[in-house]
């Protein structure tokens, strides 16, 4: 099947279009036309090399919501018309311990990413969502709940089910204290979502201007992470705090905002970070860890729950060919607060 889409030749250049096959169905096979695609920070990670890990050309996205337009032989959960969603993986080997546990991020044999990774049968580079049609094995497809705004649910594919795990993983509930760093795409689902669990909620930030969209997004606090006295005053305070932060930084301003036994989980920067200090976690018994989007089960739990509670995350509608625009605002922090292509433009852009 043809289609087309963008994607970056080299880790220098802008996206630009790109006509491509999609392969033909397999028995297990489900084709989707993709109405809308969220701009993840890896995204632009994944365009730019910043991982030494992409295979160019790269069409990146990884928030996928479509419709079904075909089916393979053997595929039971899907029809032609049902609106689907895919997310950052799309095969993993299923047959080891963390497959069986649904926890096929952490495939022991390694998950196929929905961009930039070989195809476990044919060998191919995978293409992702910046595109009109993809198709993806059953397995690792999600059913959109009826009642979620389609528009608006892309970003949960990955910035909601990367905040979700670990909210669900460390046991956040009613009382819970949490904080969230960096408030992005991933942080602001963060904080719905820690909101929705019934926690008490802190956004850290860099910008003393996001606090008035802090509490409106149900945040009960917010701290500057440069103001020196108000961090020294929230010491030993959290239970759990997730770091979305995309670049390499320094964890020593973080940690002894933990209270005992607590954590700081890690989701944004991969690589070595600054110089932390290791006192506090020696003395206060804190923890320093990392957590990888979500299980396929898991994410459905939370299409579930979003569709629920009401969860959505902010989104700015672009076009196609603003992604370029897109990428070097979101690079500045610019996005409040997660960016959604309306593939429909993709064709009007040709
Ligand atoms: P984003 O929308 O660009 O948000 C990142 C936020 O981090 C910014 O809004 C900003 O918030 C803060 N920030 C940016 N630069 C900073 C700096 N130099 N120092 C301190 N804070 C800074 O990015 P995103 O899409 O949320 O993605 C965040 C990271 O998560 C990316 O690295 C992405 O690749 C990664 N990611 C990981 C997983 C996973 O499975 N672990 C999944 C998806 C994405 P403030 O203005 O509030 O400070
Ligand atoms: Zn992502």
Known sequence: MKTIGYAAQTAQSRLTPLSFERRALRDNDVAIEILYCGVCHSDLHM????????????VPGHEIVGKVTAIGAEVSQYQVGDHVAVGCMVDSCQDCDSCYNGEEQYCRNGFTLTYGSPDRI???ITHGGYSKHIVVREEFVLKVPETLDLARAAPLLCAGITTYSPLRHWGVGPGSRVGVIGMG?????????????????TVISTSASKQADAMSLGADAFLVSKDAQAMTEAQSSFDLIIDTVPVKHDLTPYVPLLDLDASLVLVGQLGPVDGTDTSPLVFGRRHISGSLIGGIAETQEMLDFCARMNVLPECEMIRMDQINEAFARMERSDVRYRFVIDMAS?????
């Open 122 to 124: 044919d060998g191919s």
């Open 185 to 201: 795409g991933l942080g602001h689902m963060a904080v719905k979502l820690a909101v929705a669990l019934g926690a008490h909620v």
């Open 346 to 350: 993709l064709q009007a852009s040709q």
């Open 47 to 58: 365009a730019r090399n910043d991982w030494n890990a992409s295979t160019y050309p790269v």
